[in-house]
């Protein structure tokens, strides 16, 4: 039997001595100091966070690793074990939207957020050497690895230079600040909208639970995930299919979403079945009144989705999430049972099929990760993150991960894919420096 590709974190030293090694070989010194950023994998609870919803993301072992020391002229300069190419040099006064356009952006706009929203001066510049094994076009939130690593090292620098500033990651709500900064430093510097769930799961992330994120205020509740105990794992598998959120497609139904929601009169979309994890209404009951508004001549623009087809991206919106408040729900009622993963693993499954013919965000690779995991056992299984691509998630009984994974492996290889990456997902610890 062919072997697996699995895709194992570093071991912590090591990374810390690679990316120190790599900074000192590119800019000739020591850097002073060293941050790291973990990924994550949303476990449900898909493209509701930029609607106001209820995700539950868990942060991944794998994470980005920056080496930093301060300049004072005003230099940004950049380097990275992955890239391949030259070190990339900006003013930092220079970093503004539209003028940065390569991956850089997801580095150099995070101190030109951090200062935009009043959370950093002048940027004096800096080295900075990036190491990562958090896998890139997974859909497994790199980008927000690498900002949040970035955010803690600016911080840091800010807070090493001025003895009155406090340092805004030792607290939580100073993360929630951070993850702010780098929000805004994906939108409006890299421009790649997101809704800020990658950035508040890496900022804030804690060890062994899965955090729900409230995205209407970014308020978090940890919700302990010991899947080990329960004799399960959640298996990630890369379908290594191209993952793109910058060809439009997550931008036209971000925007279909928010102008349903002003056709609604609401901030968000989520709000017309729950206030927070309080179940208000109900899917065919919103539904109903946005065929009334239709009706009513209530709609003007959609962006590029017809009222019809609207209607489709509703029903995932507001499924979704009452999914992940039945989610919440299932862990508040007590230990975990057998039928509590049961349960879970048919949120899950839901999920998928929500996301697939709804919203309309899978592709072939995903699709069939899906079917042939739970074919081979699985409780449940689904896409995560943003999709086109990317990852799926399966709850599976530890002792038969790698059945599943070799069933997942040779579906892919009689259809022609890509050969599928593997990686074995628990809860760790948010963004830190390496000491």
Not at 66 to 92: C, F, Y
Not at 163 to 177: I, N
Request: proline share 3%.
């Amino acid at each position: 039997m062919t072997e697996l590709v699995w895709k194992t974190a570093k071991e912590t030293g090591a990374h810390v001595a690679r990316v120190r090694q790599a900074f000192t070989d590119e800019f000739g010194v020591e850097p002073a100091r060293v941050f790291s950023a973990p990924g994550r994998v949303n476990l449900i609870g898909e493209h509701i966070d930029y609607n106001g919803g209820i995700v539950m993301p868990l942060a991944l072992p794998h994470r980005t690793f920056v080496a930093i020391s301060p300049r004072t002229d005003g230099v940004l300069r950049v380097t990275s074990t992955q890239d391949g190419s030259e070190t990339t040099e900006i003013a930092a006064d220079a970093v503004a939207p539209g003028a940065v356009d390569s991956w850089i952006a997801y580095v150099v706009g995070v101190p030109w957020a951090m200062r935009e929203l009043g959370l950093l001066g002048e940027v004096a510049g800096a080295d900075i050497a990036v190491d990562s094994d958090v896998p890139l076009g997974a859909g497994l939130s790199s980008s927000a690895a690498l900002e949040c690593s970035v955010a803690l090292a600016f911080d840091a620098l800010a807070s090493e230079n001025d003895s009155d500033r406090e340092l805004l990651a030792a607290t939580d709500d100073g993360r929630k600040q951070l993850a702010t900064a780098c929000i805004k430093a994906e939108n409006d510097i890299a421009g790649a909208n997101t809704g800020g769930m990658d950035q508040s799961i890496s900022l804030r992330a804690s060890q062994g639970s899965v955090l729900t994120i409230d995205c209407r205020d970014f308020a978090t509740t940890k919700v302990p995930l010991d899947l080990a105990a329960a004799g399960l794992s959640l298996l990630v598998i890369d379908t290594r299919a191209p993952h793109q959120l910058n060809d439009g497609q997550y931008a036209k139904r971000r925007a279909g979403c928010d102008a349903m929601a002003d056709a609604f009169g609401e901030e968000f979309l989520s709000s017309l079945v729950t206030d927070g994890t309080e179940i208000t209404g109900d899917v065919g009951g919103a539904v109903d009144r946005w065929r009334e508004i239709v009706s009513a001549g209530g709609v003007e623009v959609l962006g590029e989705y017809t009222v019809e087809t609207a209607e489709a991206l509703l029903r995932h919106v507001l499924s979704e999430q009452l999914r992940v408040v039945e989610t919440i729900k299932l862990f508040e009622a007590g230990e975990p049972t057998a039928s509590t993963w049961s349960k879970l693993g048919e949120l899950l499954t839901a999920s998928h099929a929500s996301l697939r013919d709804d919203y309309q965000v899978t592709c072939p690779e995903l699709d069939v990760t899906v079917d042939v995991a739970l074919d081979a056992g699985a409780l449940g299984a689904r896409m995560t993150g943003g999709g086109f691509g990317g990852s799926a998630i399966a709850l599976v009984r530890a002792d038969e991960q790698d059945a599943v994974a070799h069933a997942v492996r040779e579906a892919f290889a009689s259809r022609g894919f890509n050969e599928p990456h593997f990686l074995s997902a628990t809860p760790e610890e948010s963004a830190r420096e390496e000491r």
